[in-house]
T-cell receptor
């Protein structure tokens, strides 16, 4: 199988602090990792796409200085929410595309999500 | 362990009806989601079921049986644009999402 993990699963922090969320592909190498935010109406909003060793590509309207993404290796990407505020409270989900040929290469494997609550 | 099963691939004809099944075994249950994902795009939300029964939304319907750990997504009057992957995900007792691998639906004229 292709397993993606996220850590932490939930975090509560004070307004103004920074929070780092890790996304790991456990049994495969990921060429590309994606970060999503799930809104109350259950839709997923793509925040950014990150490729190992290069800068992330942010979607329109997503502040790159606020949501720092680092894709340091083929198995790890991190999302840091800097100076978090209550409106940043949400469910953040990552996914990874495996480094492989054929149809499997286009499949995204989703992590379990990280619930962030900013007080 | 926690597990979501759905078929890897299905093929259907334009104008027909197709049912995509999803069975799950999770530690607790806080709802089941269906998402549609076209190649190269972000998933889009289709439905959310937390109570047993059928939820109808236009051409798409989703059914849930919690006692059987079973859901299906029903697509009617299939159109070529419905060709996509359909993802089933269950939120467990810790409010974590357990994802199925997705079902690739191929629509033929």
């Amino acid at each position: 199988g292709a397993v993606v993990s996220q850590h932490p699963s939930r975090v509560i922090c004070k307004s103004g602090t920074s929070v780092k969320i890790e996304c790991r592909s456990l049994d495969f190498q990921a060429t590309t990792m994606f970060w999503y935010r799930q809104f109350p109406k259950k839709s997923l909003m793509l925040m950014a796409t990150s490729n190992e060793g290069s800068k992330a590509t942010y979607e329109q309207g997503v502040e790159k200085d606020k949501f720092l993404i680092n894709h340091a290796s083929l198995t790890l990407s991190t999302l840091t929410v800097t100076s978090a505020h209550p409106e940043d409270s949400s469910f953040y989900i990552c996914s990874a595309k495996r480094l492989a040929g054929g149809e499997l290469q286009e499949t995204q494997y989703f992590g379990p999500g990280t619930r962030l609550l900013v007080l | 362990g926690q597990n979501i099963d759905q078929p890897t691939e299905m093929t259907a004809t334009e104008g027909a009806i197709v049912q995509i099944n999803c069975t799950y075994q999770t530690s607790g249950f806080n709802g089941l989601f269906w998402y549609q994902q076209h190649a190269g795009e972000a998933p889009t939300f289709l439905s959310y079921n937390v109570l047993d029964g059928l939820e109808e939304k236009g051409r798409f319907s989703s059914f849930l049986s919690r006692s059987k750990g079973y859901s299906y997504l029903l697509l009617k009057e299939l159109q070529m644009k419905d060709s996509a992957s359909y993802l089933c995900a269950v939120m467990d007792s810790n409010y974590q999402l357990i994802w199925g691998a997705g079902t690739k639906l191929i629509i033929k004229p």
